[in-house]
């Protein structure tokens, strides 16, 4: 008998418990005119020089979209920065242009 009443009081409180949907949403569809779709195509080869896959472009503007997008890249910046020895070949200040570039863009050419 006291088993039984033990599974009835379960059941009563699982029956009082009262669970919450959540329901989210990605936003509206962002429309791509034809122009845009090439972008998604593979290098193309012009016989000049290389392009990369990705728009450089394209990630730069990603950089300040959001501030979780560039709080890493600065945070990564700002400690190799603190490190670093400033040169007569290199200032402290080219070569924070030098890892801002290298962390956004992959890759970090020379300046003027």
Same mark, same amino acid.
């Given at each position: 008998?006291? #088993?039984?009443?033990?599974? !009835?009081? #379960? @059941?009563?409180?699982?029956?009082?418990? #009262?669970?919450? @949907?959540?329901?989210?949403?990605?936003?509206?569809?962002?429309?791509? !005119?034809? @122009? %845009?779709?090439?972008?998604? %195509?593979?290098?193309?080869?012009? =016989?000049?020089?290389?392009?990369?896959?990705?728009?450089?472009?394209?990630?730069?503007?990603?950089?300040?979209?959001?501030?979780?997008?560039?709080?890493?890249?600065?945070? #990564?910046?700002?400690?190799?920065?603190?490190?670093?020895?400033?040169?007569?070949?290199?200032?402290?200040? !080219?070569?924070?242009?030098?890892?801002? !570039?290298?962390?956004?863009?992959?890759? %970090?050419? =020379?300046?003027?």
């Amino acid at each position: 008998m006291g #088993k039984g009443k033990t599974k !009835d009081k #379960k @059941a009563a409180a699982t029956a009082n418990v #009262k669970t919450h @949907a959540h329901a989210f949403t990605f936003g509206e569809p962002e429309p791509i !005119d034809r @122009a %845009a779709l090439l972008e998604y %195509a593979q290098v193309w080869n012009n =016989g000049r020089w290389y392009e990369p896959p990705l728009s450089l472009l394209g990630l730069s503007n990603m950089l300040r979209s959001a501030p979780h997008h560039s709080s890493a890249i600065f945070i #990564k910046r700002n400690l190799l920065l603190s490190s670093f020895v400033p040169t007569s070949y290199l200032s402290a200040a !080219d070569f924070e242009a030098f890892a801002t !570039d290298y962390l956004v863009f992959a890759n %970090a050419y =020379g300046g003027s």
